[in-house]
């Protein structure tokens, strides 16, 4: 099994008087997404700011979505999509190629198994960096205690162009989606930056997780308004 031919990922900002509709969005859509023709795996998921995790970093004024399609040349939401742009007052959509996966999703591997000849399409262009996990209930205080200083010290990394938090559930269930100028920007805060190297190697034997994963991916496209991202002011 290669890799996906495409994946994306799909953002919404929602006023706050949609809230309501959005909540019922999240509630009947899921399912509505991964009937799209094409579509080998979907996720409907709620937002926070990055900075921290659990329910106090929630953003519930913008969504997104993740997709991954068995034709390159996929992406449309339909209905589905339509219903959310016309509630958004911000969106974007972000193409990608799965260069790197590891771990699973649900019990899959939700991006196929990029080989080693994924890596040859990185280019020298952006790439994302999407993480998610779920968490051992009795290791998420100690989880959200580390976090804060890593997301301190990513925040200001080099060559961050944007970030947010994901999640299927405000508990839990925790991810991260970030934008980097080049693949050497993501190396370099990856296994470099002191604070986020001791998180790692604390990951083995603290066993925060009952699951994750981690995929990497070269950015093919980004149509839409890139604030709605977290794009770094300036970063255009």
Known sequence: MGAAPLVTLHVWRVPRRALG??????ARDPRRLRALPGVSFGKLLGTGTGVGFGPGDADLTR???VLAWDDPAGGDLGPVGAGWDAAAVQAARVDLTP??????????APFGEPGAGAR???GAGPVLALTRARLRPARALTFWRAVPPVAREVAAAPGLLARFGIGEAPIVWQGTVSVWRS??????????????????AR????????????????VRGISGDRAVLGWQEGER
């Open 21 to 26: 509709g959005a909540l019922l969005r999240m």
């Open 63 to 65: 969504y997104a979505a």
């Open 99 to 108: 260069l790197v996966s590891r771990g699973t999703w649900s019990g899959r």
């Open 120 to 122: 040859g399409k990185e």
């Open 183 to 200: 693949a050497a920007d993501l190396t370099r805060f990856a296994y470099r930056q002191p604070e986020h190297r001791a998180v790692i």
């Open 203 to 218: 990951t083995q034997s603290v066993r925060w997780y009952a699951e994750d994963l981690f995929a990497r991916f070269a």
